[in-house]
């Protein structure tokens, strides 16, 4: 477990006067909003690269960069995050994401050709990598322990609704406009995020002068971006000239190597991304279960519509409304579970929740060629309750756990494990339903048929490891928050 934070840790007692209490109120929803509008954007593209690749008469391999690039530079700007948190103020950072997002939505609004969208892309992804870890490192550091439960829920409901509804809207977008109006929609809303977000967000934090080391940001590229693209190479949104198992040999031996340099340099405070935060127990245990449901997530994501399109043939349109409801679901459970944590900690929420996820996954292989539309609604809306019941209780506890110096790390710890489990979930399910049909093929077995086992046994794989995450929901415990001082606000 981590220590009692030393007064360094601490915020200090005195500051200058700071923004109204109304301007103060409106910190957290305004980082909320914003988090949304760049996670919508995160998701709106897989619906749209048809009609790209037809507009810029552009290959489908090429067009998947879209998605690859922006991807990959999520994976190597999260783990950096953990310094700028630490060696700027939030109200710096803050500006520092939304504009470079707005900039990257602009980009992509006028884009006149596909180099200037993946440009666009690329500046949008660096905002965006950089928001999520900044909205819990915020309210860390702004909500008393007893309240952070329903906090962390309003964050579950951005992390559900958003990649729910962006496949939705992106196809209703497409439908009566050009594709640059899913940027030129979002632009307006960017920009006024931003003008809000400099006049009221506060600093909350107390930055630590400290030197960044290089050679940490180039290993952590080639680790975090080489697992990335190699696992979604695997799982079909590859299009690079790199083998996915090179790249994820690449990214394994990368790993190692920066693990190996941060822990030289976190004695120091000179660690880029700061691994003690896996002294915590609660941590560690948590943070574990959170991958394991980001690969169950994102690979459920990745399958179904594969299954209803595939396999019972129906369009795109009734994949992205069967999937909606469930990630509508999570995101009005959001704050019950917030409320319930805060009131009877992880584990009732937790072990149940877990519980439904492993029956929902054990249901799914059940699924065949005459499985019916309302049984995979309810199946899904099913999995995403019980995703819904962990994600808030793992996240709130995991980060409760550390000290307010690691609050930082901690966030782009969450965010680095999301990024790789969900690339390494969808990889996983894919390469395994993709075996299995082709084996099933190979043996003469019709294409229809082949895909649905091959789907089947992508589920039983699943719905096996949910039962090894169900075990260690046991050993989740609330743990004692870390004595600290209460935080005031460092105006500059």
Not at 51 to 58: F, Q, R, S, V
Not at 145 to 160: C, E, F, K
Not at 349 to 374: E, K
Not at 389 to 414: D, I, N, W
């Amino acid at each position: 477990m981590t220590g009692t934070p030393t007064p360094s840790d601490r915020a200090p007692d005195t500051a200058a006067p700071g923004p109204s209490p109304r301007a103060d109120r409106l910190v957290i929803p305004l980082l909320l909003v914003s988090a949304f509008v760049v996670i919508l954007n995160e998701t709106i593209m897989g619906v749209a690269l048809p009609a790209l690749n037809a507009d810029l008469g552009i290959s489908v391999s090429t067009g998947q960069w879209l998605t690859s690039a922006f991807m990959l530079v999520m994976a190597v700007v999260i783990p950096a995050t953990g310094y700028l948190l630490q060696r700027f103020h939030v109200r710096q950072v803050f500006i520092a994401a939304m504009s470079l997002f707005t900039l990257g939505t602009l980009l992509c609004f006028v884009a006149p050709g596909f180099a200037f969208l993946l440009m666009g892309r690329v500046v949008q992804a660096v905002g965006t990598a950089i928001m999520m870890p900044l909205l819990m490192t915020t309210i860390l550091n702004t909500v008393p322990a007893d309240r952070r439960g329903r906090t962390m829920g309003n964050i579950s409901i951005v992390m559900s609704v958003a990649p729910a509804v962006g496949p939705t809207l992106a196809g209703l977008i497409l439908s009566v406009l050009d594709w640059r109006w899913m940027f030129g929609l979002v632009l307006p809303i960017a920009i006024l995020g931003l003008v809000l977000g400099a006049l009221f967000i506060r600093n909350v934090t107390d930055p630590r002068p400290s030197s960044i080391d290089m050679f940490s940001v180039l290993v952590s590229a080639f680790a975090f971006g080489g697992l990335v693209y190699g696992f979604s190479s695997l799982g079909g949104h590859g299009g690079g000239p790199i083998p996915p198992q090179a790249a994820i040999g690449i990214g394994a031996v990368a790993l190692a190597v920066f693990v190996w340099r941060q822990i030289r340099l976190q004695n120091d405070d000179r660690a880029l991304l700061d691994l003690r935060v896996f002294r915590s127990a609660q941590f560690s245990i948590s943070i574990g279960l959170v991958a394991v449901s980001f690969m169950a997530l994102f690979g459920t994501l990745i399958l179904l519509p594969l299954y209803m399109q595939n396999v019972l043939l129906h369009d795109t349109l009734t994949t992205g409304l069967t999937l909606l409801p469930g990630g509508l679901a999570m995101g009005l459970i959001a704050p019950v579970v917030g409320r319930l944590y805060d009131r009877f900690g992880p584990r009732p929420l937790i072990i149940p929740g877990s519980a439904l996820v492993s029956v929902t996954l054990w249901t799914m292989t059940t699924f065949g060629t005459q499985t019916q539309l309302g049984f995979i609604v309810a199946t899904h809306i099913m999995l995403t309750v019980g995703l819904g019941f962990m994600f808030t209780p793992l996240l709130t506890g995991a980060l409760g756990s550390l000290t307010p110096r690691l609050y930082s790390h901690g966030s782009a710890v969450v965010g680095t494990v999301q990024q790789v489990a969900g690339a390494a979930g969808t990889a996983a399910f894919v390469a395994v339903m993709s075996a299995s049909s082709a084996s099933s093929m190979a043996g003469g077995m019709p294409e229809i048929d082949a895909m649905a086992g091959g789907i089947h046994i992508a589920f039983l794989l699943g719905a096996s490891i949910s039962v090894l995450a169900f075990a260690a929901t046991f050993f989740v415990r609330r743990a004692p928050e870390p004595e600290q001082a209460p935080a005031a606000p460092a105006v500059h």
